[in-house]
């Protein structure tokens, strides 16, 4: 069993940065791989990094490459999302998840609670 909780969100403008952080409970953490995932309202949620069990592959979207960068600390348990050079299309809730089969891990076994985002013009 792992617990996921998101933090970091916030309202910044278009340009600006953000680190998200998402700290998970249970000794097995280092055994998944993690992604960070968003979603706007009435659209699919979409993964936007993923990283490997080994901290080594990554993955990243079109859409976010270059600007976004998922890293994870295994002795604390937390994976991290920077986000620089935001755009208001940006804006949405992220959720960090923990995959235990899949690469890239687009489908978590574990979820968290969710962090809003918003950028503005």
Known sequence: QVQL??????????????????AASGRTFWSYAMGWFRQTPGKERELVAGLNRYGISTYYPESVKGRFTISRDNAKNTVYLQMNSLKPEDTAVYYCGADSNNWPPTSPDYW?????????T
């Open 112 to 120: 968290g609670q969710g962090t809003q985002v918003t950028v503005s």
């Open 5 to 22: 909780v998101e933090s970091g969100g916030g309202l910044v403008q278009a340009g600006g940065s953000l680190r998200l952080s998402c």
